[in-house]
Each structure stands twice: as structure tokens, then as C-alpha cells.
């Protein structure tokens, strides 16, 4: 997903519109988008932090398990595969497929909650790291993908995305 521009219109119509709501559910885009940058600023990564929480002025994002630094970097390896074979799960013949599969079946369960600080600001949000699509084909949710990897410009793109409308004869 972070490769907006190799998306279909209808991927990039289906991602612009989940991402609006997230964003709207947590006060805005301006918002949402300051949220984005805190994650890219925080070293080390706020997955690895050891209460399973990031807090910021604005809102909050937890989760229900700890991360550990093993398990992000396999995270982040499988995740530049997915793109490319348009599976995160690896063949199940290759080296790492044990390991990949490892850290789906470990974080599958993990539910991430994003919300704001003031109650007026909307109502927040929750999902969870992967899509299953069948027993062999796992996807990274799109919503993780750009709240915790994709650019800060990207993530504006699909939020400002306009799609393109056929004119009626």
C-alpha cells in the first residue's frame, strides 16, 4: 500500500476512504497526520515500548502484547517481500517461511487502539495487524501498514486522494 501510485483506482478509492474515517474518528486529518509524524520521530520504534503504548498530546495508540525487536525486524523484512508477491506469508519451501508464519500467529491476536485525547475529537479507532484472506494468503492490514511504516507523504496522498469521476454522455 505504501506504493500509492502502482494501485488500482479502486485499491486507492477503498484505502483513501478507510483512512478519511480513521482520521476522522480521531479529530481530523491534521490530526491523524501529527500522529503519523510523532511515530516516524520516535526512536526506538513505539512498537518495541514495553507498556504497549504510545501517548502523545493529542491521542494514544495501544496494544494488548508486547513487541519485541526480533520479532519487528522479521516484521519489517516479510513486509517489503508482501509487496512483491502480494503475500506476506513467504512460499511455504523458503528458509524464513517458519519465522514469517511465527510472527503472524504471535501478533494475529494483537489489537491496536488509537484514540484521541478529547472525547469531542471523535471516537478513535481499533484493528489488527493482518488480513487473513485464506489458510495460505496473509496480508498486512493496510491501516498498520501506514500508521506504523508507510511515509508521512504517502499517508497524505491517499488521505487527499480525489478519485477520478467518468463524465456522463
Request: charged residues 25%.
Given at each position: 500500500?505504501?506504493?500509492?501510485?502502482?494501485?488500482s483506482?479502486?485499491?486507492?478509492?477503498?484505502y483513501?476512504?478507510?483512512?478519511?474515517?480513521?482520521a476522522q474518528n480521531?479529530?481530523?486529518k491534521?490530526?491523524?497526520?501529527?500522529?503519523?509524524?510523532?511515530?516516524?520521530?520516535?526512536?526506538?520504534?513505539p512498537?518495541?515500548?514495553?507498556?504497549?503504548?504510545?501517548t502523545?498530546?493529542?491521542?494514544?495508540v495501544?496494544?494488548?502484547k508486547?513487541?519485541?525487536?526480533?520479532?519487528?525486524?522479521l516484521?519489517?523484512?516479510?513486509?517489503?517481500n508482501?509487496?512483491?508477491?502480494?503475500?506476506f506469508?513467504?512460499?511455504?519451501n523458503?528458509?524464513?517461511?517458519?519465522?514469517?508464519l511465527?510472527?503472524?500467529?504471535t501478533?494475529?491476536?494483537?489489537?491496536?487502539?488509537?484514540?484521541?485525547?478529547q472525547?469531542e475529537?471523535?471516537?478513535g479507532?481499533?484493528?489488527?495487524p493482518?488480513?487473513s484472506?485464506?489458510e495460505?494468503?496473509?496480508k498486512?492490514?493496510?491501516?498498520f501498514?501506514?500508521?506504523?511504516?508507510c511515509?508521512?507523504?504517502t499517508?497524505?496522498?491517499?488521505?487527499?486522494?480525489?478519485?477520478?469521476?467518468?463524465?456522463l454522455?
Amino acid at each position: 500500500m505504501c506504493d500509492f501510485t502502482l494501485l488500482s483506482p479502486e485499491e486507492k478509492k477503498h484505502y483513501h476512504e478507510a483512512l478519511l474515517k480513521c482520521a476522522q474518528n480521531f479529530g481530523g486529518k491534521n490530526f491523524f497526520l501529527h500522529l503519523l509524524e510523532a511515530i516516524r520521530q520516535t526512536k526506538p520504534h513505539p512498537l518495541l515500548a514495553k507498556n504497549s503504548e504510545f501517548t502523545i498530546q493529542l491521542g494514544s495508540v495501544g496494544w494488548n502484547k508486547v513487541i519485541f525487536q526480533d520479532k519487528l525486524q522479521l516484521l519489517l523484512k516479510a513486509r517489503t517481500n508482501e509487496s512483491k508477491q502480494n503475500n506476506f506469508l513467504p512460499a511455504p519451501n523458503e528458509k524464513n517461511y517458519k519465522k514469517i508464519l511465527d510472527i503472524v500467529r504471535t501478533l494475529k491476536p494483537v489489537v491496536f487502539h488509537v484514540k484521541p485525547t478529547q472525547k469531542e475529537d471523535g471516537a478513535g479507532f481499533f484493528f489488527q495487524p493482518f488480513d487473513s484472506i485464506d489458510e495460505n494468503t496473509v496480508k498486512l492490514n493496510p491501516l498498520f501498514d501506514a500508521l506504523f511504516f508507510c511515509s508521512v507523504d504517502t499517508v497524505k496522498k491517499i488521505l487527499n486522494h480525489e478519485p477520478k469521476t467518468v463524465p456522463l454522455i
